[in-house]
Every structure is written in C-alpha cells, then in structure tokens.
C-alpha cells in the first residue's frame, strides 16, 4: 500500500509527534517503540479496509484525510492492545483520534474489519458487538446501559444524530435514518427505521443497493 507523501518511517516520527503534541509527558521514545512494533500490522489492517471503501483510491493511505486517519490510529491501538496487552500508548492514540477527529472509540473495542466513517466529529461507540460493513455518521452513538448491550448486524448504516442503545438487535442491512433513536427495541434487516408520527419507532423497506455507494463488491 503506498503511503502518500510518507515513507514507513516518516510516518512514525509524524505519529510520534502527534503524540508529543496530545500527551506531553516526555515518553515520546517508549510510543514509538510500541508504535513501530505493531505499525505493520495497522497498515495492512488499513489496507483491506481502503481497498473495501468504494469512496477512497484502492492501495492508497492518506494519513491526511481525516477518516482514513481516524481508523488507522483505531487500528494501531488496538493491535497494539490486542498484541501485547499495552495501555500506555493504546491509551494515547485513544487521545489523540478523541483529539484530532472528536470520536470516541476505545482501544478495547472489537470493531469489524471493514467500515467506513463519513464524518467522525460525535461519535461514541460502546463495547457492542459490530457486524462487517458497518456505516457511520456524525453524532451517532451505539451504546450499552447496565448489561444490555447492542448488536449490530453486517451491513448497517448509521446515518447522522441516531443512537443504538441498550438490548437492540439490528439485523443485517439495516438503516437507522437521520436522528432516530433505537432505545431497547429491534430492527429486522433489510429495514429503514425512522421516527413515526406517534414518536414510536416505525420501519420501511430500507433503500435497495445502498451499500453500493460505501463498499465495493
């Protein structure tokens, strides 16, 4: 995967750096020790997921747009927690994407493989379960209440100021439309779930091949 305007190693001093800029408390060297480590296998992390994401140039990582880096620095902390059990500089790239693209996704989080972030400013993302080809948008949240915790189909969008919280089960193909919440309650695939009138929760047969504008085939 070619880097633009990065070599492997100018991408560590510039992550480096970011961390310096976030965290400064004099333990640049120890980050990225434990960045370099683990940086391989982000970047080709990274890799399946750009070459999935219909929007973005196949084989091309842009640490300057601002999705694509959003995701990436999720990749490396949790690669490197997953590895070797790190927190220390798990914990600053949780800082820095809660710093530079304002979501909150911890390092702990069993993200999918393959999703894709249209706008990453509000987000907040529990420990939930999350199925590939997921979608999100600006404002959204998935999260837990007490022990009830959502899962998410593959193949769901999660269009702008929408929440999933507490026992949902969203199936495959879902789309929770713009500013809807999904409080405790269920989503059959294939379904576009909206705000009724009487403020309950109402379904239509969500848009056919709408993943087709996120993913390729």
Known sequence: MKLIDHTRESLLDYLTAQCAAIVPDGREAAFRATADAHLDEALERMHVCINA??????????????????????????????????????????LMNKAFNGIDLFYEIAMPPIFYIGHSVGIVLAKATYGNRLVLYQNSTIGRHKDRIPVIGEGVVVYPNSAIIGRCDVGDGAVISQGTSVLDAGVPPNRLAFAGADGRLAFRPAPTAILEEYFRA
Not at 60 to 69: A, E, M, P, R, T
Not at 77 to 82: E, M, Q, R, T
């Open 53 to 94: 994401c219909a929007p973005w140039r196949p084989d091309q990582f842009n640490v300057l747009q601002s999705s694509q880096h959003c995701i990436f620095l999720y990749f490396l902390s949790n690669s490197i927690y997953v590895r070797s059990g790190d927190t220390a500089a798990a914990t600053r790239l949780f």
